[in-house]
């Protein structure tokens, strides 16, 4: 008899710790879930939504549904300034370069209402000036919207060089039939690029009347070069 109670007592210690191990799984396992599903809602509402840029776009181009998205990104993620919904976007002038999957973002929109196209990203004061730019003297055709430029004068006087800065640190607004193929390079006599610079009413006149007595040509600054914008004038052009 003592030998069956023994047996009796061992198998209900194990029943016993079988039951508990089985529970402690279950619970472990109800824990786990638990975590999981607050983990996966705690996401959801750190999401956010945000408009994207879908295509390349350029300073001066007036946003509309062909041109972003929106999707649903971590809220880590999301600038402050980015638009959420489509309509905030749709309409608005790009006055800085985006490329695609960026966030489209109030800093590089021109304020809502400032006008359509190049109006909207030529700054309060300033002029928009065009000048034709052969490749060769636009640092190989490399100029984009956004660069800030020195714009340089070659005249001749008496037969002589004289070669003169014109206009420093010049932001390009815009850039009309860039080279970015031999195709182009070749005709090259048909198809003129020309740059968009913004500049101060003086330096509009200084400008033209530069252009029709030199050649001009631009190069490019540093971005990390701090800002120094000099106009030199007409006076400039004496030898």
């Known amino acids: 008899m003592s030998t069956m109670r023994r047996y009796r007592g061992m198998w209900i210690l194990l029943l016993s710790v079988a ?3 089985a529970l402690t ?11 999981r599903e607050a983990g996966q809602a705690q996401a959801g509402h750190d999401q956010q939504s945000v408009i994207l840029a879908l295509q390349d776009i350029p300073p001066g181009t007036t ?7 929106r999707v ?9 300034d980015a638009l959420r919904k489509k309509e905030e976007a749709q309409g608005r002038v790009a006055r800085a370069h985006i490329f695609p999957g960026d966030p489209i973002r109030e ?12 109006e909207a990203i030529v700054p309060p004061g300033m002029r928009a000036i065009q000048i034709d730019m052969p490749p060769e003297r636009a640092v190989s055709g490399l100029i984009a919207p956004g660069h800030m430029v020195d714009l340089i004068a070659s ?24 080279y ?14 020309t740059l968009t610079l913004a500049v101060t ?9 530069s252009s029709s007595q030199c050649t001009l040509s631009v190069a490019l600054r540093s971005e990390a070069e701090p800002a120094a914008h000099t106009s030199l004038g007409d006076d400039s052009l004496a030898p």
């Not at 800093?107 to 190049?118: E, F, I, N, V």
């Not at 009413?201 to 009347?209: F, I, K």
Request: glycine content about 8%; hydrophobic content about 35%; some cysteine.
């Open 19 to 21: 039951a508990g191990m």
């Open 25 to 35: 799984a279950f619970l472990y396992q109800r824990l786990v879930e638990g975590l």
């Open 63 to 69: 946003l509309t549904d062909d041109h972003i998205k």
């Open 72 to 80: 649903w990104q971590p809220a880590r993620f999301v600038p402050e």
């Open 107 to 118: 800093a590089r929109l021109a304020p809502d209402g400032s006008g359509k196209g190049l």
């Open 155 to 178: 005249c001749r006087d008496k037969g002589r060089p004289h070669v003169v800065p014109l206009l420093q640190d010049v932001r390009v607004l815009a850039v009309k039939g860039r």
């Open 180 to 193: 970015n193929d031999e195709k182009r390079k070749k005709n090259s006599r048909r198809h003129k690029p």
């Open 201 to 209: 009413p003086q330096d509009a006149l200084s400008v033209r009347t």
